[in-house]
């Protein structure tokens, strides 16, 4: 499932297009509003950025949505920055394309016959939007502090595991991410929210802060220490050797240690 380290992935990749002008458009109405292709057409991309798990292509008139669902993904002028996503197909069928964008440098030239922009998506969880309303998500996972994750967590009861992937909260961060941090923190994902105490919420920031940057070099949110395998196994604790356990919290897999995590 995409998180917010494979979104930003594919904003870099999207980067390429920034200064080109939309020459054709087609999407799939199941997933996209039905007059996308005459919002776009003939509009000069001028900035891509992320939010949360969301990619968006600011041009000079809308600003296109990305939203990846469970396993979509970006191919850019035939390019995938993630050749394959954990837990979905490896293949690239034409037919699961949700969104064709064809660009040009020169609107004036012969039409590019390859998309610039393809979103596929073999499940259609994920959309396509035009202006979408952001101001429900939380402070992004890139710019998490102390203050804004104690802000975003209040009072609140429930497990912060859950709080961790509830986007108006935190955005950006999923099930393996959350896990991660989790981990390095040494927070138990069954704790109330609400009663963490202040270093335990600076702990969560500053892990929150230092892995994911790595994770992002590394390739993803696969790339933990949790990484499928672990999750798969629950071997050992890296850190400590008790055997992780495997849980279901908020009706989510979480995956966590009993000893070192309190």
């Known amino acids: 499932m995409p998180e917010g380290l494979e979104a930003e992935i594919w904003r870099t990749a999207l980067d390429v297009t920034v200064g080109r002008i939309i020459t054709d458009a087609w ?14 057409v003939g509009q000069r991309i001028e900035a ?8 968006l292509v600011d041009t000079d008139g809308p600003t296109i949505g990305l939203h990846f669902g469970m396993t979509g993904r970006v191919i850019v002028d035939g390019f995938a920055a993630i050749d394959r996503l954990q837990y979905a197909s490896a293949r690239d ?7 064709r964008l064809y660009t040009s440098a020169d609107p004036t030239t012969a039409p590019v016959a390859t998309p610039a922009i393809r979103l596929n998506d073999p499940r259609r969880l994920g959309r396509v939007s035009i202006d979408a309303d952001l101001s ?15 802000a975003a967590i209040g009072a609140r ?7 961790l992937l509830d ?11 959350a896990d991660e941090v989790l981990w390095w923190a040494g927070i138990d994902p069954r704790r109330s929210a ?44 890296e850190r400590d050797g008790a055997p992780l356990r495997r849980d279901v919290i908020g009706g989510r897999t979480a995956v966590w240690c009993p000893r070192h995590q309190r």
Request: proline content about 8%; hydrophobic content about 45%.
């Open 157 to 163: 009861r429930v497990a912060i595991k859950s709080v």
């Open 93 to 99: 069928e034409p037919e699961w394309d949700r969104l």
């Open 136 to 150: 429900p998500l939380g402070v992004d996972m890139m710019a998490v502090t102390p203050a804004r994750l104690r």
């Open 167 to 177: 986007q108006s909260a935190v955005a950006g961060l999923g099930n393996m991410c």
């Open 27 to 40: 999407v799939d109405e199941r997933v996209a509003p039905a007059d996308f292709a005459d919002l776009v």
């Open 194 to 237: 609400g009663e963490l105490s202040d270093d335990e919420v600076r702990a969560l920031a500053s892990a929150i802060r230092r892995r994911l940057p790595i994770m992002l070099r590394r390739g993803g949110s696969h790339t933990g220490v949790l990484s499928p395998a672990v999750r798969a196994a629950c071997p050992p604790c």
């Open 48 to 55: 891509i950025r992320r939010v949360g798990k969301i990619d």
